[in-house]
């Protein structure tokens, strides 16, 4: 199977499931060289999610020499370190990953004037985990309301990663959960569009609860190699 073929399993899977919203695929693309990229790419797909700071810029430099005519949205989808955050806002597109006000503070300030608002998610921690990064429900409309007004950023909704030790029916608790708060937080007058969450084992599911956007990785590229880092 190479990854032309995954990609349109993937996508026959993601129309198969979405409903009368459309739903937007990241494909997630972190340990993986240029040249899986660029397979991905020409086969259609545009949107690219990274975790890893230096390795995303990396691949942005890459791409904006070696094919200066793609048209690539990159996500940066990872934990990010305030002494980080200069490097993200000058070179992705979306940061899918706030978790506190300092780094929308830090990634507002450092966006290049001459760059479009860079499009941000809250990351909300839905299962309320130790080692994991995220808003807590209960804090999550307090941040809305200070990231909302930054300038250089453009608040777009909300983003989760659920306990990878949930079984379906607490993954799509949760998923319900995020729903709500996506929904709660439009109805206190925030334009969102974007409700990212679901990933290569549960991205039907996510996209039944009300996904707009999937994260999938594996599912596209193969098992992936940490060797290396």
Same mark, same amino acid.
């Given at each position: 199977m190479t990854i032309a073929d995954n990609l349109n399993i993937v996508r026959q899977a993601v129309d198969v499931a979405q *409903? !009368? &919203?459309? +739903?937007?695929?990241?494909? +997630? /693309? *972190? &340990?993986?060289? @240029? @040249? $899986?990229?660029? @397979?991905?790419? #020409? $086969?259609g797909q545009r949107i690219f999610g990274e975790n890893y700071v230096q390795e995303g810029v990396r691949k942005i430099q890459y791409f904006r020499d070696a094919q200066p005519q793609a048209e690539f949205e990159w996500h940066f %989808?990872?934990?990010? =370190? /305030?002494? *980080? /955050?200069?490097? +993200?806002a000058e070179h992705f597109d979306w940061v899918q990953s %706030? !978790?506190?006000? *300092? %780094?929308?503070r830090r990634l507002s300030e450092q966006r290049p004037s001459s760059m479009p608002a860079l499009n941000v998610l809250i990351e909300v921690n839905i299962d309320d985990e130790e080692t994991k990064s995220g808003v807590a429900p209960d804090d999550l409309l307090a941040i809305v309301k200070e990231v909302a007004v930054l300038p250089n950023l453009k608040l777009r909704g909300l983003m989760c990663i659920?306990?990878? #030790? $949930? !079984? @379906?029916? =607490?993954s799509r608790a949760a998923f319900a959960q995020m729903k709500s708060l996506f929904e709660f937080c439009r109805k206190e007058g925030f334009d969102f569009d974007t409700l990212s969450m679901g990933m290569s084992a549960d991205f039907a599911l996510a996209i039944d609860q009300g996904a707009t956007m999937v994260r999938v990785g594996s599912a596209i590229f193969g098992a992936r190699d940490y060797s290396n880092r």
């Open positions: *409903k !009368d &919203t459309p +739903v937007k695929l990241v494909a +997630v /693309s *972190k &340990t993986f060289p @240029e @040249e $899986a990229i660029w @397979e991905a790419y #020409q $086969a %989808i990872g934990p990010l =370190q /305030s002494n *980080k /955050s200069r490097l +993200v %706030i !978790d506190r006000l *300092k %780094i929308a659920p306990s990878a #030790q $949930a !079984d @379906e029916a =607490q």
